[in-house]
């Protein structure tokens, strides 16, 4: 039976993606990095095929004395197991989905300093430029880039400026880089409206009314899931595309 690997770097959800796949909570999952020590393995039976799925270790370079000596044995013997398993594997799923994103402060244009521009643009729009580049000098045919947008990459917000135009700047990104990219790689956008993200409170119902929203709710991170999940696992004659998860409320404004 086919070996399928979750591998990359700690604290980037593999055991999140790896509990997802195989529908059980198996994988410890925390907010802490370098949490998966062990090699855990699963059967997935997904799209009429089945398979063996392993999550792994998260890879990291760790600076001189940063690890005691305990951790550095433990993380030798980790890393290890992983390149065993790599030996193994017949599949490595190849998928960058950068989500990296600041939701700066309200500024009046007049107001807006070159400061908080540079620093939005910097980590909006520049981290996955930057991110992109690096992946596809490794990255092997058929692998995938998945942007995280925002609603506010088609819409004009009040005192917003930064925000608005780095995430459609993303959204174009995108499209660029899914033309040079191609046939090897991928690349898609995923726009996020008003995502309830409980950890976070990030939803304020004074100024976010859910009566704007046509399917009267608040979205939650499995929406969002549903849709970079099937931008990872789509066909890939679709590229350059966005999907818009925002329960219609882009329908309206
Ligand atoms: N916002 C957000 N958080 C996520 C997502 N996926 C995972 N997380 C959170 O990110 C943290 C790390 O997730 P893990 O699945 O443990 O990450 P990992 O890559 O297995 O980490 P290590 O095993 O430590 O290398 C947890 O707090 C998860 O709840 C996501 O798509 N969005
Ligand atoms: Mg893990």
């Given amino acids: 039976m086919a070996v399928v690997l979750v591998v990359g770097k700690s604290n980037v959800g593999k055991s999140t993606l790896f509990n997802k796949l195989i529908g059980k909570r198996k994988s410890i999952v925390a907010d802490e990095e370098r949490v998966t020590r062990d090699v855990v393995v699963d059967h997935v ?48 799923p190849d998928v960058i989905i950068n989500n990296a994103g600041f939701f700066p402060p309200q500024k009046e244009f007049g107001d807006l300093s070159e400061r908080q521009w540079d620093e939005v643009f910097r980590i909006n729009l520049k981290s996955s430029m930057l991110v992109s580049k690096e992946f596809a000098t490794i ?49 898609n956008t995923v726009c996020p409206g008003f995502i309830d993200l409980p950890k976070e409170n990030n939803i304020n119902p004074n100024t976010i009314n859910i009566g704007k929203i046509p399917m009267q709710r608040y979205g939650t991170i499995e929406d969002i899931f549903d849709a970079v999940f099937f931008f990872a696992t789509c066909s890939d004659f679709i590229t350059g595309q966005t999907i818009v998860v925002d329960g219609g409320q882009s329908l309206i404004h």
């Fill in 45 to 92: 039976h997904f799209n009429d095929k089945s398979f063996e799925l392993v999550d792994t270790c998260g890879i990291f370079s760790p600076k001189q004395g940063e690890l005691s000596e305990e951790e550095e044995t433990i993380y030798k013997k980790s890393i290890e197991n992983t390149i065993r398993m790599l030996k193994e594997a017949d599949l490595i």
């Fill in 139 to 187: 990255a092997k045919n058929g692998s995938r880039i998945v942007n995280i947008s925002s609603l506010g990459g088609i819409q004009v917000w009040k005192n917003r400026i930064d925000y608005n135009v780095s995430k459609s700047a993303l959204i174009q990104l995108s499209k660029a880089l899914a033309r040079a990219l191609a046939p090897r790689i991928n690349v």
